[in-house]
C-alpha cells in the first residue's frame, strides 16, 4: 500500500486486486496534484479508510474478498461524505441501478481514457467540495471586512481594494444590485489613512434634486424659505474621511456639474454662503447603470464620467462565480445564527448544491436574506431546501440513466413534470451515444421501436444532433 502525500487538490483512495489497474490510476491522478493511496483488496481499502479520512474512493466492482457494491455501502454508512466511484470491466444496467441507489457518485467501464477519469475525478471532486463548504470556515484570506469570496474574480478584487485603499485615488464601483458594491467602498475606506475619520454615504436615491445642492453644499442661515440656521453638508461633514455616492448614476446634470468643480478644485461654496469651503475628502461612487451608454445618450456628463472613473472596480454578478456561492452561505449561516439565537450549524449537501445552481438576480443581498428566512424557518441543525420554499427555486432533479430508474422517477409525486423527466431522459441517452438511437436504446435498456415511440412522443429528431441537420 503506498503512503498518502502532502495533497492540494483532495485525497484519493484507489482499490483493486489488479497491479496494473492501481499503477495506471495513479500514475494518470497523482501529476493532478491529487494525494493517492492505494489498496490491493476490499479489506485492505476498508483498513485504509478507518485510518484516515478519503475525499474520493476509486474501486473495483468484482475483488475476491468484497466486491464494490458492498465496500459502496460500507462507506456510504460510516463515512457518508466521502464520494464513491465504481470501476468495472462488467458494467450492466442491473449493476448501474444498484450502485446508484446505494449513493454512488458514478461508474466508469475498464477500459478507460486517461481524458474520462480526470473528467470524472474532477466533477466528483468538485461535489465533494460544494457540501463541504457548508460545514467548514472560511479561511481569513477569502474575507476583507464583510466581504467573502474564493473565485478568483473576488480574489483580484480584494487585491485592487489592497492597492487603491493606500491611495487618496478617485474610485468607481459598478455592478449589479446586491452584489456588494457599498461593503467594497467601506472596505476602501476603512483600509485607508482616512480610516479615522468619517464615512459618509450618499444615496443618490433618496435625496429630492431640489434638496440635493443644500445637503451636499450645505448653506447659510436664510439662504432659502425654511433655512433658520446654517448647517453644515455632507462634503464638509466628510472632511478628512471619505464621501461615498450610491448609485451616482441618478444624480441630475446640474448636480453632475456642480460635483465635478468640487473634484477639480477641491472646493466648494455652501448654499447662500460667499467665502468657499476646502473639500479635503476622498470620492468613492458606485452604480448598477452602464455610465458609458449614459454619456453617449447625454444623460450623464462625459468630463465628469471621466473624472469619477480614475480607478474602476467591477464585481459581477453570483451567477458568474458561482464558487463563491457555498463561501457566502455559510457566512451568512454563521452571522444569522448567532444574531437570531438558533443553533443552525449545518447547510446540507442537496440544499448547497440547490443554492449553487440557482442564478439569483438580486445577487449576494438575496442570498443573505434567503439564508436568513431559513433559518427562521429551520427546526433543526440543518438548512434543508424546503426551507427556501419563498424562493421556488427548481429542485435540480437528477436525469435518469435506465428506464427502471426512469420508471422510478415518475412514481415520485414531487417532480414538477414528468414530460421534463422524459425528455431529459431521452436526449441524455442520445447524447451519451452519439445520437445512435440503437446504441441509446440499449444502454437505457429499453425496445428501439419503444425508445423511438417516446422520441415521437416528444418531437425529437436525431438531426438535432446538428443545426443543419446533417
Not at 479489506?43 to 474520493?56: H, K, M, T, V
Not at 449513493?103 to 477519469?117: A, M, N, R, T
Not at 440499449?442 to 415511440?453: E, I, K, T
Amino acid at each position: 500500500m503506498g503512503e498518502s502525500d502532502v495533497m492540494n487538490r483532495g485525497s484519493i483512495l484507489i482499490i483493486d486486486d489488479e497491479d496494473i489497474i492501481r499503477i495506471s490510476c495513479e500514475r494518470i491522478l497523482r501529476p493532478e496534484g491529487y494525494g493517492i493511496r492505494t489498496a490491493k483488496s476490499g479489506n485492505e481499502g476498508l483498513q485504509a479508510l478507518d485510518s484516515s479520512p478519503f475525499d474520493l474512493v476509486l474501486t473495483d466492482l468484482k475483488m475476491p474478498d468484497i466486491d464494490g457494491i458492498e465496500i459502496l455501502v460500507r462507506i456510504k454508512e460510516k463515512w457518508p461524505e466521502t464520494e464513491v466511484i465504481i470501476m468495472t470491466g462488467y458494467g450492466t444496467v442491473q449493476t448501474a441501478v444498484r450502485a446508484m441507489k446505494a449513493g454512488v457518485f458514478d461508474y466508469i467501464e475498464k477500459p478507460f481514457s486517461p481524458g474520462d477519469l480526470l473528467s470524472l475525478v474532477k466533477r466528483a471532486m468538485e461535489r465533494k467540495g460544494l457540501s463541504a463548504a457548508g460545514r467548514e470556515m472560511v479561511p481569513s484570506h477569502y474575507e476583507l471586512g464583510n466581504i467573502v469570496g474564493v473565485s478568483q474574480a473576488m480574489q483580484r478584487i480584494f487585491q485592487l481594494i489592497a492597492k487603491v485603499a493606500v491611495t487618496g485615488s478617485t474610485v468607481l464601483i459598478t455592478g449589479e444590485s446586491g452584489t456588494g458594491k457599498e461593503l467594497v467602498a467601506k472596505a476602501i475606506h476603512f483600509n485607508s489613512p482616512r480610516k479615522e475619520q468619517p464615512f459618509i454615504i450618499v444615496d443618490c436615491n433618496a435625496i429630492p434634486e431640489t434638496l440635493i445642492e443644500s445637503e451636499l453644499f450645505g448653506h447659510a442661515k436664510g439662504a432659502f424659505t425654511g433655512a433658520f440656521e446654517k448647517k453644515k453638508g455632507l462634503l464638509e461633514m466628510a472632511g478628512g474621511g471619505t464621501i461615498f455616492f450610491d448609485e451616482i448614476g441618478n444624480l441630475a446634470l446640474s448636480t453632475q456639474a456642480k460635483l465635478l468643480r468640487v473634484l477639480q478644485e477641491k472646493e466648494f461654496r455652501p448654499v447662500g454662503e460667499k467665502k468657499t469651503v476646502q473639500a479635503d475628502v476622498r470620492f468613492v461612487s458606485a452604480t448598477n447603470k452602464d455610465l458609458k451608454t449614459m454619456v453617449r445618450d447625454g444623460t450623464f456628463r462625459e468630463d465628469f464620467f471621466y473624472r469619477l472613473n480614475i480607478f474602476p472596480i467591477h464585481i459581477p454578478p453570483l451567477r458568474e462565480r458561482r464558487e463563491d456561492i457555498p463561501a457566502l452561505a455559510n457566512h451568512f449561516l454563521r452571522k444569522y445564527s448567532r444574531e437570531i439565537g438558533k443553533s443552525v450549524t449545518h447547510i446540507s449537501a442537496e440544499t448547497m448544491r440547490m443554492l449553487f445552481l440557482f442564478d439569483w438576480p438580486g445577487n449576494a443581498r438575496q442570498l443573505e436574506n434567503s439564508i436568513q428566512r431559513a433559518i427562521i424557518m429551520c427546526q433543526g441543525k440543518t438548512l434543508r431546501p424546503e426551507h427556501f420554499s419563498a424562493l421556488e427555486i427548481p429542485v435540480a432533479e437528477e436525469v435518469p440513466k435506465t428506464v427502471d430508474e426512469l420508471k422510478e422517477k415518475k412514481k415520485d409525486l414531487r417532480l414538477k413534470s414528468v414530460e421534463n423527466i422524459e425528455k431529459s431522459f431521452l436526449m441524455e441517452a442520445l447524447k451519451r451515444n452519439a445520437w445512435n438511437i440503437s446504441k441509446a436504446a440499449s444502454d437505457v435498456g429499453m425496445q428501439r421501436p419503444n425508445f423511438h415511440a417516446l422520441m415521437k412522443k416528444y418531437n425529437i429528431s436525431a438531426k438535432q444532433k446538428h443545426p443543419s441537420g446533417r
